[in-house]
C-alpha cells in the first residue's frame, strides 16, 4: 500500500452554475476524492461566468453546501473587472485569464485589455493564463514586464515548454503544469480507443499534439511544476452532437495514468507528489490540510470504465485502457472520505481554501 498526500487538482471546470446537466459541486467532488484529489480549484467559465462579488457568491454558495472535498474559486478576468477582480483576490481561488480559444464567454483578445488585470491583481495571488503558442509568449513577456508571477495552463506544445524552460533559467516567475491527456494522448485520435469515427470526443482545447510534442513534455519533465486535470466534463451526448464542445473528464484517470508511467520507470513517486502536491500547495498558497491522506494498491491492475466513475458526464477518453495503482481510501482532515469505491464524505464537508 502507498500512502501519498491529499492530490491538489488545480484546474476543474466544475459547470455549476448553469450547466449541471454535465457536473456539479456534488459530482465533481465526488469524482475528485475517487481520483485521491482532496482540493480542486474551480474555473470560472460557468453560466453565468465568475467575474464579480455576485456571481463569485453564486459559485461558493452551491461550493458550501454540495462540496465534499475542499475546493477553491477563481474569478475570471473581463474587459472591465480589474478593479473589482483585485478586489475580491482573497476570496477567489486565483484570476483566470483566457488569451486564447476556449468554451465560454471570457475571452480577452486584445492586450489593452490584460494590462489593467496585471498592473491591479495582487502579486502574491495566482494568476493563471489560458494563453497557447505564441500568446503564451506574450504572457510570459506579461509577467517580465509588470514583475508578476504567472501559471501557464495546460501546456501542451514543444515551443511552449522548450520557453518555460528558457524565461525560468532568466528568472522569469512563470510556473505551469500540464494534463494527463496531453502526457498520453496525440493528435489524430491516435491514442484513442474505441473512438475511430467519433472525431467530437477528440475535441479538447489546446488540442491533443503530436508525438514529438508529446515526447518533449515527458523529456522536459523537470519544467513541469504541477499536473492538473483541466476536467472539462460534457456530456456524450454533447460530444457526438453536431457542435461537439471541447473537453475531457480527467479527475478519476489522472491518478492511474500518472501511477501506470510510475510504473513504466517514467516518472518517480516524489515527483508525482512534487507535481500533484507539493508544487501547487506552493503556487496557488493552500492551507495545510491536518489527517489528510490517500491509500493506494500500487498492485491493483484493472481497465478504466466510464460505467466505474462518479462524474455525470458519462465518458472518458481511456475507456478500456489498462493501468496500474488504484486508489482504496481517502482520509480528509480525519475524516474517512472515500474507501473501496465508495463516497463517504457528505455533501457540505468541502470547506473553502480561502475561507
Ligand atoms: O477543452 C477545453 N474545455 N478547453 C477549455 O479551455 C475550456 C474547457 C471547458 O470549459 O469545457
Ligand atoms: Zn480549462
New binding site residues.
Given amino acids: 500500500m502507498l500512502k501519498l498526500p491529499g492530490l491538489i487538482d488545480p484546474h476543474v ?1 466544475v ?1 455549476e452554475p448553469g450547466a449541471t446537466h454535465k457536473e456539479d459541486w456534488d459530482t465533481v467532488t465526488q469524482a475528485a476524492l475517487a481520483g485521491g484529489v482532496t482540493t480542486l480549484l474551480a ?1 470560472p ?1 460557468t453560466k453565468p461566468p465568475i467575474f464579480d462579488e455576485a456571481t463569485l457568491n453564486i459559485a461558493l454558495d452551491a461550493a458550501k453546501s454540495k462540496a465534499r472535498c475542499d475546493y477553491g474559486q477563481y474569478i475570471g478576468a473581463g474587459p472591465d473587472n480589474a478593479d473589482i477582480a483585485a478586489s475580491l483576490a482573497p476570496k477567489a481561488a486565483g484570476l483566470k485569464m ?1 488569451l ?5 464567454e471570457l475571452r480577452l483578445d486584445d492586450m489593452t485589455l490584460w494590462m489593467p488585470h496585471f498592473q491591479k491583481f495582487p502579486k502574491s495571488a495566482p494568476m493563471v493564463m ?1 494563453s497557447e503558442s505564441r500568446t503564451m509568449a506574450a504572457a510570459i513577456l506579461f509577467s517580465a514586464i509588470y514583475d508578476h508571477p504567472v501559471h501557464i ?2 501546456v501542451s506544445l514543444k515551443e511552449e515548454i522548450l520557453l518555460i524552460k528558457a524565461a525560468k533559467e532568466k528568472g522569469i516567475k512563470v510556473t505551469c503544469e500540464v494534463c494527463p491527456h496531453h502526457l498520453f494522448l496525440t493528435k489524430g485520435l491516435t491514442g484513442f480507443k474505441n473512438l475511430s469515427g467519433l472525431p467530437g470526443r477528440g ?4 488540442r491533443l499534439a503530436t508525438q514529438e510534442d508529446v515526447d518533449s513534455l515527458w523529456t522536459n519533465l523537470d519544467v513541469i511544476d504541477c499536473f492538473a486535470t ?1 476536467h ?3 456530456t456524450l451526448q454533447e460530444k457526438d452532437g453536431e457542435n461537439p ?4 473528464p480527467g479527475l478519476e484517470t489522472m491518478l492511474p495514468l500518472l501511477l501506470t508511467a510510475v510504473d513504466d520507470g517514467r516518472l518517480t513517486v516524489d515527483g508525482l507528489i512534487q507535481r500533484l502536491h507539493t508544487n501547487p500547495k506552493r503556487i496557488f498558497n493552500l492551507p495545510d490540510q491536518p489527517e489528510t491522506w490517500v491509500e493506494v494498491d500500487e498492485n491493483a491492475v484493472y481497465e478504466i470504465k466510464a460505467a466505474d466513475q462518479f462524474t455525470r458526464c458519462g465518458w472518458t477518453p481511456f475507456e478500456g485502457w489498462k493501468v496500474k495503482g488504484k486508489v482504496r481510501k481517502v482520509v480528509l482532515r480525519g475524516k474517512t472520505a472515500f474507501e473501496n469505491g465508495k463516497v463517504l464524505a457528505e455533501a457540505g464537508y468541502g470547506r473553502n481554501v480561502r475561507g
Avoid at 100 to 104: L, N, P, W
Avoid at 203 to 206: G, L, M, Q, S, Y
Fill in positions: 471546470h459547470r474555473m467559465n483566457y486564447d480559444s476556449t468554451f465560454g489560458h495552463a495546460h475535441e479538447v482545447r489546446p483541466d472539462a466534463p460534457h464542445p471541447p473537453g475531457f
